[in-house]
């Protein structure tokens, strides 16, 4: 009960570079209200939950455009059950861009990670766990 007293704070650029914005107050999160990007001994407990209850397995997507990370979340979000994303390496050069080279794979790595930080920000709009 104490830890959802708690506040972090979130700075925004402000429409001058330089200057921030007014702080937004966020919950923090604990396992009642968690929802986003789960890691460490939350994802374990997710994991051996699923593996204790056949029928709640977690869904894989593999993700290699906007709208497909949009549609793993949406299906998430209608079955109300955590989701796993996947992103490939040759097919998540499209999320960075096709007309970057990717001769030593900057394509497909700045692709993986531009669709992890869109996971990131949107899962919690969501209400997903991945």
């Known amino acids: 009960q104490a830890l959802l007293a708690q506040y972090r704070f979130q700075l925004l650029d402000g429409p001058t570079p330089g200057r921030r914005a007014a702080a937004i107050p966020l919950p923090v999160r604990t396992m009642a209200n968690m ?30 455009s906007y709208e497909m990370c949009i549609a793993a979340l949406e299906a998430g979000q209608k079955l109300g059950k955590a989701v796993g994303i996947e992103f490939a390496c040759a097919d998540s050069s499209s999320l960075a861009g096709k007309s970057l080279e990717n001769g030593s794979l900057q394509s497909s790595t700045l692709g993986a990670v531009v669709g992890a930080h869109l996971v990131r920000y949107l899962a919690p709009a969501y209400h997903v766990k991945v």
């Open 35 to 64: 929802c986003g990007v789960v890691s460490g001994d939350d994802a374990w407990k997710l994991i051996q939950e699923a593996a204790a209850f056949k029928e709640a397995t977690i869904p894989v997507y593999k993700c290699s």
